[in-house]
């Protein structure tokens, strides 16, 4: 599925079932000791996707442990991105030679029930905008798509600069013609090759009952 919103040079892997428990390493198993099981095994899962991907660019299997940011720790000279969601798991990686940063976001294709919720993670201009694509287009629930493409946003901006990304920080522009949207920063970006950063730019898909967003920052 996302190698259509990712393709080469970006590496992609996915699994609609968690891996056996005893398949992790013993650092990850660490990681989430506390965790209930469920969510050990989709962590567990997730980084069999990672490192799936990972072995494209011949990458040997390792432990994948977050750091203290509790972000992916990725192999030197490659970037990445791993989402998981209810009945998905998946991973990207590319070289950083060729990518400088990647976001990758899954959710259930449904809607976002609680008004307080949506005020949190929409800005006015995006509600307002939601009519009229929930009308051309019922199937596709955009709000959740919404917050999936502001998490695939944070995901591609938290390498670039290590700060913090609001909902409230980007504001969102939907294109149903191609299925593309544009992330225009409210603050202040990284400086990519002696120029700001003003925008991210990515893509979605909708199929098997999910949103799945990605950013690519090339170089």
């Not at 000279?77 to 009945?87: E, K, N, R, S, Y």
């Not at 919404?146 to 522009?173: C, H, M, N, Q």
């Not at 202040?188 to 950063?197: A, F, K, R």
Request: glycine share 8%; hydrophobic share 45%; proline share 10%.
């Amino acid at each position: 599925m996302i190698e259509k919103l990712l393709p080469p040079p970006i590496a992609t892997a996915e699994a609609f079932e968690d891996r056996p428990l005893d398949e992790m390493f013993p650092e990850e198993r660490a990681a989430v000791a506390r965790a209930v099981p469920s969510r050990q095994r989709e962590f567990g899962t997730v980084r069999a996707c990672a490192r799936a991907a990972l072995a494209t660019f011949g990458v040997p299997p390792a432990p994948l442990v977050p750091g203290a940011d509790r972000a992916p720790r990725w192999p030197e000279g490659l970037v990445g991105a791993m989402t998981h969601c209810t009945g998905y798991r998946g991973a990207a990686v590319a070289r950083a030679t060729d990518v400088r940063s990647v976001g990758l976001d899954a959710e259930p294709n449904e809607p976002v029930r609680d008004p307080g919720v949506l005020g949190l993670i929409t800005l006015p201009e995006e509600r307002a905008a939601l009519p009229a694509l929930q009308a051309a287009q019922p199937e596709i629930h955009w709000d959740r798509l919404i917050f999936s493409a502001k998490e695939s946003v944070y995901k591609a901006w938290y390498p670039l600069t290590g700060r913090w990304l609001g909902f409230e920080d980007a504001v969102l522009t939907l294109d149903p013609t191609d299925a593309s949207f544009t992330a225009r920063l409210l603050v202040e970006g990284p400086e990519i090759d002696g120029q700001e950063l003003t925008a991210f730019h990515g893509g979605w898909l909708v199929a098997d009952g999910l949103v799945v967003t990605a950013v690519t920052v090339e170089r």
